[in-house]
């Protein structure tokens, strides 16, 4: 299977703010009540450890790949305490490269590729074959959505492979199921021959990259049949990759491919995970890159671009509606009067007298955050972002 594995575990995604907020991002909030433990960023690292290994599990004298995680220095505690959940044969397996700043996909990925084509993973080498050649294999995945089975995940990955060792950009198309106004698109064209045996699994060349659209294009859009929504997951040969960015963002790979490899100093091991943090002149170069997205920078303007149609259930929560349901309840002390259909995730106990289709979030502070308290009608949750503008412009930054 793929030779690096990429988790972009960066950011603090605002929309489900206030339960997603700098402290505590997105991707590392429970995907259910029953399990608190088992995050959105769990599920990344489970993916990620079955997809750098053959046929997604174990084979004798066959070696693992690597998992690289890149994050914010904020994120730390969160990755370190979801990683110490795994053995340590796989944290052995996992690295954290610790960004400086927050400079959007592009970096990150260029980060990743220059530090896989810097210290090369182990080559994957069977007991009667001769190591892999030059042209590795690395999957960028997101660490915010929910993708299952691992199964079927696993198999449509193993297509995505194999184009990308045809020195293809290879990205995971979502067939969409609503005229969704909050994603990117994809425009497919021909389906493409598959280079190995892959069974159902499906590619086309993908012409166009799509910005998210309003709701009559969005419309437009899924009566056409031939767009799909960007899942933001990519595959590629590191050289490849490494050749697309001097081609069309030579200013993002640049001062990154002034660093040299770091050196064991440069690496500190905490609750049995390596952390890079000390990597010299890589906080400089990360001040001289710019902020940009993979898709500006390379996706839209590279010739190659195939589209695996995902056969996995793929889902963005991407507001308070979705999450609620997930949740799926909590265990906040609520009194009811007249209240009918709402959600209360409360660490203070609550009241409600004839009220419906509420989504009521409070924290009272003793967790060590700021008292907050989000009322939301049930509909309207997209309007969060409303309120995070105010909140920043209001300059107190210190909320989110």
């Excluded at 259910?32 to 599920?43: E, I, L, N, W």
């Excluded at 110490?84 to 044969?89: G, P, V, W």
């Excluded at 064209?189 to 280079?195: D, F, K, N, S």
């Excluded at 060349?205 to 709701?215: G, L, Q």
Aim: hydrophobic residues 40%; glycine residues 8%.
């Amino acid at each position: 299977m793929f030779d690096d594995c990429v988790i972009m575990a960066g950011g603090s995604g605002t929309r489900l703010w206030p339960a997603s907020n700098a402290r505590r991002p997105k991707q590392f909030l429970p995907v259910s009540s029953d399990d608190p433990s088992r995050t959105f960023f769990s599920g990344a690292l489970e993916r990620a450890l079955a997809l750098t290994v053959p046929g997604g599990q174990a084979v004798p004298g066959r070696v693992p790949g690597r998992v690289i995680i890149i994050a914010g220095k904020g994120h730390i505690p969160h990755i370190v305490s979801a990683c110490a959940s795994f053995n340590q044969k796989d944290r052995d397996r996992m690295l954290l490269i610790v960004e400086p700043d927050a400079k959007n996909t592009a970096p990150a990925i260029a980060c990743g590729v220059r530090f896989a084509e810097l210290v090369p993973g182990p080559a994957t080498v069977d007991t009667n074959q001769a190591p892999c050649p030059r042209d590795r294999t690395m999957l960028v995945l997101t660490s915010d959505h929910l993708i299952e089975p691992l199964e079927r995940f696993l198999e449509d990955a193993a297509l995505a492979e194999a184009l990308a060792r045809q020195n293809r950009l290879v990205v995971f198309g979502i067939v969409p199921a609503r005229p969704e106004t909050g994603y990117g698109y994809i425009e497919a064209g021909e389906v493409l021959t598959p280079p190995v045996n892959t069974g159902e699994a499906e590619a086309r060349a993908a012409i166009s990259f799509r910005e998210k659209p309003d709701r009559a294009l969005a419309e437009d859009y899924l009566a056409a049949g031939r767009f799909y929504w960007n899942s933001g997951m990519f595959a590629f040969s590191p050289a490849f990759m490494l050749d697309e960015f001097r081609r069309h963002a030579p200013r993002t790979l640049a001062p990154f491919e002034e660093l040299r490899a770091p050196g064991p100093a440069a690496y500190r091991v905490e609750q049995g995970l390596r952390i890079l943090d000390r990597w010299p002149g890589f906080a400089e170069a990360y001040a001289r890159t710019g902020a940009i997205s993979i898709d500006y920078a390379i996706a839209e303007r590279c010739a190659s671009v195939a589209l695996v149609s995902a056969r996995f259930s793929w889902t963005d929560i991407g507001n308070w509606d979705e999450y609620a349901k997930l949740l799926n309840g909590t265990d906040a002390e609520t009194y009811r009067a007249g209240a009918e259909n709402c959600f209360v995730d409360s660490d203070i106990p609550v009241a409600l007298c004839g009220v419906e289709d509420l989504i009521i979030r409070v924290r009272s502070g003793k967790d060590g955050g700021a008292p907050l308290v989000l009322v939301a009608r049930k509909g309207e949750t997209q309007r969060i972002r409303e309120i995070v503008e105010q909140i920043r412009a209001a300059g107190r930054t210190t909320l989110l």
